[in-house]
């Protein structure tokens, strides 16, 4: 690269920066004075100007008044926000037999959600010609612009490339390593694939998750009638990780089916007014039907979803140990019943770790449940988005000379 190739990169590629830069601090702050952004970021009084006219001429932020005056006097400082409707990001989360969608806003608010049971296909190309009906779907069921998505996630149990959006094994088809990013590349919108644990973390990292933590592990567990399975996210520093080949938190574990946990209780049945109608029909009931018969304070309904806990917290304590992380957070289905599953999960460990390791453990149920990874999903277009451009670039050409954003 000639000097002065190399002089415009960088003129271009800090002017991008520091927009950015601009960009992701309104968004974290939620609402920002232009004062505090000068103090922040050290630019100068004009350069904040300009670059929150450029933002707002784009639409991506919205004056939202004047603030107080400090005890000096002087002029009111403008206060600015993201404008929540500058964009929509969608999410997908992708099920044998179903699939989970959710819009969100500009600033990861939700506006729409919907659970949507098909057949998901047998092959690649069924299976995403039927993914992107789901998203031209949910963009005419929202009524929402083409142009106003900013991308689409969609996540996946198994183990995915989520650099070249290949799909290395999955529950959903039984090929090995395919292509999915390239079997969507007619949709014209910006797409990432992400491991559905993984989307989990993302999406507790941009909605709901103490931003004073950033070291958890997500737990992502999944109980179905002869399919069980449980993915773990781990964010360190603030940063997912997804390990060397993509695998990190696949630990595989036997997780007993709800029919399993069923007929290993069958005999108490009787002691539920509910449950005792179904000892001779135990295919019949399906997760749904049995949390909310725990919501109703069923003893046998409860004592299952402790016994699910129980087998989580066996598994996860060693993950616990290794990464001692300050936050656990269980997502799922299962989280519906916070108080039963954190409670069991917590003793397990207990009994597993340190105690210097679990007394500063801070264990919570995510309050998106079933739709957490769709959440997740979604929220990595986000993650995308707001990063900073020249990690980006970066991360695709190492050979890039470093960059500094101008103060």
Do not use: C
């Not at 773990?232 to 574990?253: C, F, H, K, Q, T």
């Not at 135990?282 to 129980?310: C, H, P, Q, W």
């Amino acid at each position: 690269m000639d000097e002065t190739k190399l002089l415009s990169f960088h003129a271009r590629v800090v002017k991008d920066i520091n927009e950015q830069l601009v960009l992701k601090l309104i968004q974290e702050h939620e609402i920002i004075s232009s004062s505090d952004l000068v103090k922040i970021t050290g630019m100068r009084p004009s350069t904040i100007f300009n670059i929150l006219k450029e933002l707002s001429a784009k639409s991506f932020v919205s004056f939202y008044g004047k603030g107080e005056s400090t005890k000096k006097g002087g002029k009111k400082p403008y206060i600015w926000t993201l404008n929540k409707d500058a964009a929509y990001t969608i999410g997908l989360d992708i099920e044998v037999g179903e699939i989970t969608s959710v819009v969100l806003d500009f600033s990861g608010g939700i506006i729409a959600k919907k659970n949507i049971k098909l057949d998901t296909g047998r092959t690649v190309d069924e299976l995403a010609e039927n993914i992107t009906k789901v998203v031209y779907d949910t963009i005419a069921q929202n009524n929402i612009d083409n142009d106003r998505i900013l991308g689409v996630g969609i996540a996946f149990a198994g183990i995915v490339d989520s650099q070249s959006g290949i799909v290395v094994m999955s529950s959903i088809l039984p090929e090995m390593n395919f292509p999915l990013l390239e079997k969507l590349s007619d949709l014209p919108f910006h797409v990432l694939i992400e491991n559905n644990a993984n989307a989990a973390a993302l999406g507790l990292k941009w909605n709901g998750n103490d931003k004073s933590k950033t070291n958890y592990l997500t737990i992502l567990v999944e109980i179905d009638k002869n399919v069980s399975g449980l993915g773990i996210g781990i964010v360190i520093n603030d940063e997912l990780y997804r390990g060397a080949s993509y695998s990190a938190g696949e630990l595989y574990p036997h997780l007993p089916t709800l029919k399993e946990l069923l007929s290993s209780v069958r005999s108490r049945f009787v002691e539920s007014d509910i449950l005792v109608n179904y000892s001779s029909s135990l295919e019949s009931i399906d997760v749904e039907f049995l949390l909310e018969t725990a919501k109703k304070g069923d003893k046998i309904a409860r004592l299952i979803f402790s016994m699910i806990g129980n087998v989580v917290g066996q598994t996860i304590a060693p993950a616990v140990a290794l990464l001692n992380p300050d936050t656990l957070i269980i997502t799922g289905v299962v989280s519906e019943l916070e108080d039963v599953i954190v409670d069991s999960v917590r003793k397990e460990i207990e009994m597993r770790v340190i105690s210097i390791t679990s007394n500063s453990l801070n264990i919570i149920a995510d309050k998106y449940h079933h739709y957490s990874v769709a959440v997740g999903a979604a929220s990595s277009i986000l993650e995308d988005f707001f990063g900073l451009p020249i990690s980006r670039l970066q991360k695709s050409n190492p050979f890039l000379p470093p960059v500094e954003p101008t103060i």
